[in-house]
T-cell receptor, first 115, second 109 residues
Framework: SQTIHQWPATLVQPVGSPLSLECTVEGTSNPNLYWYRQAAGRGLQLLFYSVGIGQISSEVPQNLSASRPQDRQFILSSKKLLLSDSGFYLC??????????????FGDGTRLSIL | GENVEQHPSTLSVQEGDSAVIKCTYSDSASNYFPWYKQELGKRPQLIIDIRSNVGEKKDQRIAVTLNKTAKHFSLHITETQPEDSAVYFCAARDDKIIFGKGTRLHILP
């Protein structure tokens, strides 16, 4: 069966520090991968999605970036964090195919607090 | 692009009564409509989904209806229980999933 791992679970970082969040998927090949951010009590904001290695689409302009160095690995990064980057970051995967009508499955999330 | 509107933002229901959450979407090409439940501090989890070739789907106390002509779909929870308290998200998918802003459901004792 497929599983998705996301780490760390919580992270406290000072303003201006770098960020690296990692997500890996097991049990499937060539998944679509996604990064979402959820502010406290708010909805899910799509940040990036990827349909293959090295293919990243950005949904909102920001100081975050994403990379997919391997088929089942998705990394969210920042060179300098802002206070507004605080939130709950969720990685998700879905079956491959640009128009696949399959659900997304979420990781357990990383709660990021910027001080 | 797709836009999904979800109502209400907050819903309080007496235990044992039914709850209904409604969503509308803008892109007629959307063909897949999942619903997610998110408990406090946890990840969203898929609870039911419906594809565009179906008008209604039921799974025990949960049902979803889809009206493609009107571009709206709804989640129905019957005989609500305390563990149904959570935030519920609807979503619509063409090339990628777009989520509604969520409904916080409170089940009152």
């Amino acid at each position: 069966s497929q599983t998705i791992h996301q780490w760390p679970a919580t992270l406290v970082q000072p303003v201006g520090s770098p960020l690296s969040l990692e997500c890996t998927v097991e049990g499937t090949s060539n998944p679509n991968l996604y990064w979402y951010r959820q502010a406290a009590g708010r909805g899910l904001q799509l940040l990036f999605y990827s349909v293959g290695i090295g293919q990243i689409s950005s949904e909102v302009p920001q100081n975050l970036s994403a990379s997919r160095p391997q088929d089942r690995q998705f990394i969210l990064s920042s060179k300098k964090l802002l206070l507004s980057d605080s939130g709950f970051y969720l990685c998700a995967w879905s079956a491959s195919g640009a128009y696949s009508n399959q659900p997304q499955h979420f990781g357990d999330g990383t709660r990021l607090s910027i001080l | 692009g797709e836009n999904v509107e979800q109502h209400p933002s907050t819903l309080s229901v007496q235990e044992g009564d039914s709850a209904v959450i409604k969503c509308t979407y803008s892109d007629s090409a959307s063909n897949y409509f999942p619903w997610y439940k998110q408990e406090l501090g946890k990840r969203p989890q898929l609870i039911i989904d419906i594809r565009s070739n179906v008008g209604e789907k039921k799974d025990q106390r949960i049902a979803v209806t889809l009206n493609k002509t009107a571009k709206h779909f709804s989640l129905h929870i019957t005989e609500t229980q305390p563990e149904d308290s959570a935030v519920y998200f609807c979503a619509a998918r063409d090339d990628k999933i777009i989520f509604g802003k969520g409904t916080r459901l409170h089940i009152l004792p």
